[in-house]
């Protein structure tokens, strides 16, 4: 069972730049995104933390994000899908400001998922997460942390690019790693 879960949103990607919903779309970093994720390592590393497993969720925002976060460690990397950001189905690739203002409206997107149906799988995919031996580093989506924040009770707040989350998962406490 892991020890610690470290929570990271991916760098900048193309479409955060561009104030474009993502979603399932694949966005890939800018360069700024990767000086972000390279930043983030460096924050880890300066708390002592090394990862035993990186995981993404195989859009290439998070993947890279995820070799960036691991370049100094090498740790074996893994793939877990169900923590991919919602579906926003018709929304995908409009105005972030329109997916945004549906989200706060509890409108459900068309042709993507509901807010419980994405619930349930943020939560599945971190159950897989806390099986893993050791610290798990995971390269995420805001909503995914945001899913998580609400899910472990925690404050939920405005999640920025490359943020990290501490996850203690026995006790299920979650915070804002300075």
């Known amino acids: ?14 479409a955060n730049s561009e104030n474009l919903s993502a979603g399932w ?7 700024n995104g990767r000086e972000q994720a390279a930043a983030a390592r460096g924050k880890l590393e300066k708390y002592g933390a090394r990862p035993d497993i990186v995981v993404h969720t195989g859009l290439s925002r998070t993947r890279e994000t995820a070799e960036i976060l691991n370049m100094h460690a090498g740790a074996p990397m893994r793939e877990v899908r169900d923590l991919i950001e919602q579906n926003f189905g018709d929304w995908q690739g409009g105005p972030w400001a329109r997916v945004h203002e549906g989200l706060e409206n509890n409108e459900e997107p068309p042709g993507g998922e509901n807010a419980e149906e994405f619930m349930a799988r943020v939560v599945r995919g971190m159950a897989v997460v806390e099986q893993l031996p050791g610290q798990i580093w995971v390269a995420t989506h805001g909503g995914v942390m945001k899913a ?3 899910h472990y009770r925690a404050d939920v707040m ?3 690019n490359c943020m990290v989350c501490e996850v203690l998962p026995i006790t299920k406490q979650i915070k804002l790693l300075d």
């Open 158 to 160: 405005r999640v920025t």
């Open 1 to 14: 069972m892991a020890d610690k879960i470290y929570l990271i949103r991916h760098g900048e990607s193309v």
């Open 148 to 150: 998580l924040m609400r």
């Open 25 to 31: 779309l694949d966005s890939p970093l800018t360069d």
